[in-house]
């Protein structure tokens, strides 16, 4: 196929995502970004020709275990070469993946070529994240891998979460609705593929209303400003109250008031251009879904 600018950035992000402020290609400002001891290790600033960047997961090295790679990717294949060290330093990569269009378009063409490979001896839910690593290893481009382009798991020590733990906890709830990046530095995104709590308020991807964007359900409650401050346990829906410390209050509270905000602003829009006299009424309280 032709690239019509194979200079153009392209950025790659699972669906379940909510962005916070703009991906760009320059990582080259302290305040916003946080990268891994190993990461730092000949660490590149900006996405270029020959240097992608992308998310740190905790998938390892385990694409280098699970499957034989020479059978995905051929016996004489750079990816077989990799070695464990270097996996983990460059190919522990998840999306956001973010790279020139030359370079994607090269990765993406090995990508669909590898995963029903990997799939077939590995049918799980990581197998095109392994294909991925595998397409970029065999095309020796190692990626600059950044902690802080997302969180998601609040117990993950390799997202950006030390970014939410420095906003101040009064008040924090409201600034989670419509986070200023200029007034705390916050995350790129938010991947909501687990379940998070604050008190009584909670979210789960699985419990959403499948009727939420119509013009006819209403929008969904939220939480008070002080929930952070004034709550010290979270609730989740069939299960026992969990007391929890302040620095899990911050990071599920955060989390649970900027979706739900999030949630209510895409519906408001969706409503102001697809309906007339949209249901604006905020009465629905997802723990109850």
Same mark, same amino acid.
């Given at each position: 196929g032709n690239i019509?600018?194979?200079?153009h950035?392209? *950025?790659? /992000?699972?669906p &379940? $995502? ?8 320059? #990582? ?5 970004? +946080? ?11 900006k996405?270029?020709?020959g ?16 499957v ?29 993946? *973010?790279? /020139?269009?030359? &370079? $994607? ?8 070529? #590898? ?5 077939? +001896? ?5 197998a095109?994240?392994?294909?991925f ?27 950006g979460?030390?970014?939410?733990d ?12 419509h ?25 789960s991807k699985?419990?959403?209303?499948k ?31 969990e ?7 911050k ?22 251009q697809?309906?007339v ?6 009465s ?6």
């Amino acid at each position: 196929g032709n690239i019509k600018n194979e200079d153009h950035r392209i *950025i790659l /992000t699972d669906p &379940d $995502m909510i962005l916070l402020r703009p991906i760009t290609g320059d #990582f080259s400002h302290d305040r916003e970004v +946080v990268i891994g001891p190993r990461k730092r290790i000949n660490r590149k600033f900006k996405v270029e020709h020959g240097q992608p960047f992308a998310q740190t997961y905790r998938i390892g090295a385990q694409w280098q275990k699970e499957v034989n790679v020479s059978d995905i990717a051929g016996h004489d294949s750079h990816a077989k070469d990799v070695t464990y060290e270097q996996g983990l330093e460059s190919y522990d990569t998840g999306p956001p993946y *973010i790279a /020139t269009a030359r &370079d $994607m378009y090269a990765i993406s063409k090995k990508w669909v070529e #590898f995963v029903p490979k990997v799939h077939k +001896v590995y049918p799980r839910l990581m197998a095109e994240m392994f294909a991925f690593c595998i397409a970029a290893a065999h095309l020796k481009l190692p990626h600059q891998m950044i902690d802080s382009m997302m969180i998601s798991d609040i117990d993950n020590p390799r997202e950006g979460w030390s970014l939410v733990d420095k906003i101040p906890i009064d008040g924090m709830c409201e600034f989670a609705k419509h986070p200023q990046h200029d007034v705390f530095a916050i995350p790129t995104l938010i991947h909501y593929c687990q379940r998070y709590a604050i008190g009584d308020w909670f979210f789960s991807k699985g419990k959403m209303k499948k009727d939420f964007f119509t013009c006819e359900s209403p929008l969904l409650m939220l939480p008070s400003a002080d929930i952070i401050n004034e709550t010290d346990y979270m609730q989740i829906p069939g299960k026992a109250r969990e007391k929890i410390s302040k620095k899990e209050r911050k990071r599920e509270g955060f989390i649970v008031c900027t979706i739900l905000a999030a949630l209510n602003d895409a519906a408001r829009f969706f409503k102001d251009q697809q309906c007339v006299g949209g249901n604006l009424q905020e009465s629905i309280n997802f723990s109850d879904l």
